[in-house]
């Protein structure tokens, strides 16, 4: 047995939707509730369905009984502000886990690279279940910000930089890509993150919203990249440092959001 995957999806590991029409819908992502949570930079998040249906954040497989990434519980509260949000997490009619919006402040290109991980969504899926990858619809309009992917963390020619104007639809197999958002601002970037799983719903879904991944990189100057990359660099080698002196091992980002 393996687990079920888009084809589409597979092949390259994203998927880039059509473009959405955010400006027709109410801002509903400004008046939801947040919490603070801190993850691959500053942020703060909104979620919409969570393990038990209470307002928090927390990864699935951290409640009791743990479990992962699937049949999250929509949070009557935070449905009622966000109708159309809720709508979009439910179109493809695959099963959801986490949905929550994401609150991201303005960082550097270095930044994201040092916080760049790799999701942990299908701990505890069983063998033979559809494989959970995750949505990202923007809904700020960040067309100069990038969801950065890599193949391998270190090696900036693997790296994906897709533009992340308001509407832009992409699904990741976060679990297979090293990814975060490098958001140049200077507003705060907001998106919807919904964890799905994989099957017959979603390849449907991809298909009416024209699913591609024929991506071109936007350009990106060598020496803005090797700056960043040796940045990168120096901050680890600090990081090591500091934990070297208090005699812990480095153990890396663990399911932090983009
Ligand atoms: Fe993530």
């Known amino acids: 047995m393996s687990y079920i995957k888009s084809s589409l999806l597979d092949e390259k590991g994203y998927v880039i939707l059509d473009r959405y029409d955010q400006a027709a819908d109410p801002q509903e992502w400004k008046n939801i509730e947040y919490v603070d949570w801190k993850s691959s930079g500053v942020t703060r998040f909104a979620p919409l ?14 409640h009791t009984p743990p479990r ?15 109708p159309h949000l809720v709508a979009r997490a439910k179109a493809p009619g ?6 929550r919006v994401i609150e991201l402040q303005p ?14 969504n299908n701990r505890l899926n069983p063998d033979g279940a559809g494989w959970i990858v995750r949505g990202f619809f923007n809904l700020s309009d960040d067309p100069e910000s990038f969801m950065t992917l890599r193949q391998d963390r270190f090696d900036p020619t693997t790296e994906i930089r897709i533009p992340l104007p308001a509407g832009a639809q992409i699904i990741v197999d976060t679990q297979r890509f090293w990814h975060a958002v490098w958001h140049k601002g200077p507003e705060p970037r907001y998106c919807l993150i919904t964890s799905w799983e994989s099957g017959p719903e979603l390849d449907a879904y991809i298909e009416r919203h024209h699913g591609r991944n024929d991506h071109v990189n936007p350009p990106l100057a060598q020496e803005v990249i090797d700056d960043a990359q040796a940045e990168v660099q120096r901050r680890f080698a600090e990081r090591s ?10 153990k890396g980002p663990v399911d932090p959001e983009a």
């Open 241 to 250: 440092v500091v934990l070297a002196e208090k005699g812990r091992a480095e």
């Open 94 to 99: 695959a099963n959801v886990g986490r949905c």
């Open 68 to 82: 992962t990434d699937k049949d999250g519980v929509w949070i009557d509260s935070q449905v009622e502000k966000a």
């Open 49 to 62: 369905a969570s393990a038990f249906g209470e307002l928090e954040v927390n990864g699935f497989w951290n």
């Open 107 to 120: 960082n550097e290109y270095a930044s994201a690279l040092y916080n760049l991980h790799q999701d942990d």
